[in-house]
């Protein structure tokens, strides 16, 4: 199966942010996405009926809705183009008494009582995945990096996979479920992998090893598109970038914005370190698949697998360093104050880490978590903040 893949301009972004819909006094997820697409809609009386709003997309639940950008040319017009197009939709969430809100999952929320939208395909999936499919309450943060050359998207994989655990420690919010507390600093993660297409990432030398694989999927009736190829980390053919999804959902902006800066900082130095002849070094896929399941289980607290000998760090000790690895990169691309966000992330703590600190200084309320992290939300949207 021969897979085109576009150009784009190097380096460009485009972000995608997963948000719940909860209520504002009991912090319960509300089942009025419609609604809001509706009235987003209406927004631009120059859609026909029938076209999706451009930048407010339907999703999976009723109880969710997905915010997306144009193509951009750095980490602060995506940033701002997430809070013009949430303003707005905040904008039609108050006459419902909704909030947005975004973390790896919802704390409390029964997964299996979630009203599906009533879309084929997304109906194709709960019949196929049953239980497992039903269990999909969970909300992330995706990000797009533009390539020029078709030869640059497997290596821009493989440097992302190296990656994986300090994404996914970095933006780890997911440590209940269903009122339970996991024991895990991200349960979205494993959760998420158990469907057929999800979860860690396989890694070929030259793009055409991809377009067998996704030509046996097909051909076996895994997939009917590579649209649902839903890896942790994946090359979008039809539009020339590559798309790093492992990360939980995170609650600010200012959060978003180091996320992306660190990842088109990854992609951007891989593109320079091949043009100079240099080469990607892969790590072997069972420490790419323990350090997922190590930053998932411990967050910000992982000691991961650092390369093919073995050699093993603190999470954040390493991620230190290749902060200071990548200066000169965030300077080329203009994302040197977004990048340092990551130290402000380490600093301040991760997700999970705010939402047990609340659990236990409200007697295991978890209303209030969902209630604080809408908050922080809410604050970060209408203006910069602190994360």
């Known amino acids: 199966m021969e897979l085109p893949f576009a150009k784009s301009d190097r380096s460009t972004l485009g972000i995608e942010w997963e948000l719940a819909l909860v209520d504002r006094q009991t ?23 029938d076209e999706e709003h451009p930048y407010v997309k339907q999703e999976l639940l009723l109880n969710t809705i997905e915010l997306i950008t144009d193509v951009c040319n ?46 084929e395909r997304y109906n194709e999936l709960i019949r ?57 600093a991200s349960n979205r993660s494993l959760m998420f992998q158990q469907l057929p297409t999800a979860g860690q990432s396989y890694q070929f030398e030259e793009w055409s090893g991809y377009e067998r694989a996704v030509a046996d999927l097909t051909h076996t009736g895994v997939i009917d598109d590579v649209s649902e190829v839903r890896w942790d980390v994946r090359a979008v053919p039809r539009l020339g970038t590559v798309e790093m999804r492992i990360c939980d959902g995170v609650a600010t902006l200012e959060e978003i914005s ?24 892969s790590m072997p896929p069972w420490y790419v698949k323990e350090n997922k399941w190590r930053a998932a289980r411990y967050g910000l607290e992982a000691i991961i697998i650092l390369n093919e000998n073995g050699d093993e760090e603190l999470v954040t000790d390493h991620l230190a360093k ?14 040197e104050k977004e990048l340092r966000l990551v ?36 604050m970060s949207i209408n203006g910069p903040g602190t994360l």
Not at 160 to 184: D, I, V
Not at 322 to 335: D, F, I
Not at 355 to 375: F, I, M, P, T, Y
């Open 128 to 184: 196929r995945t049953q239980w497992w499919g039903r269990q999909m309450v969970i909300y992330g943060v995706h990000v797009h990096v533009g390539l020029d050359d078709v030869r640059q998207a497997m290596p821009a994989v493989n440097a992302l996979c190296n990656y994986n655990a300090h994404f996914q420690a970095l933006s780890a919010s997911s440590p209940f479920w269903s009122g339970e507390r996991t024991g895990y």
């Open 27 to 49: 912090g319960d997820l509300r089942s009025v996405a419609e609604r809001i697409l509706e009235a987003t809609h209406g927004d631009l009386p120059e859609l026909a009926s």
């Open 343 to 378: 130290e402000r992330m380490m600093d301040d703590g991760a997700g999970y880490q705010r939402q047990l600190k609340v659990a236990e200084n409200h007697d295991g309320d978890l209303r209030q978590v969902v209630l604080d992290s809408a908050a922080r939300t809410r």
């Open 74 to 119: 750095d980490v602060e017009e995506g940033v701002e183009q997430l809070r013009e197009t949430a303003r707005n939709v905040m904008r039609h969430c108050e006459p419902l008494d909704v909030d947005l809100y975004c973390q790896g999952s919802h704390p409390f929320a029964p997964p299996a009582k979630q009203p599906v939208t009533d879309k």
């Open 258 to 281: 180091a996320l992306t800066a660190l990842t088109q900082c990854i992609v951007h130095d891989t593109v320079q370190t091949l043009e100079d002849g240099g080469s990607v070094t």
């Open 322 to 335: 290749e902060l200071e690895r990548l200066e000169p990169v965030a300077k080329q691309l203009g994302c």
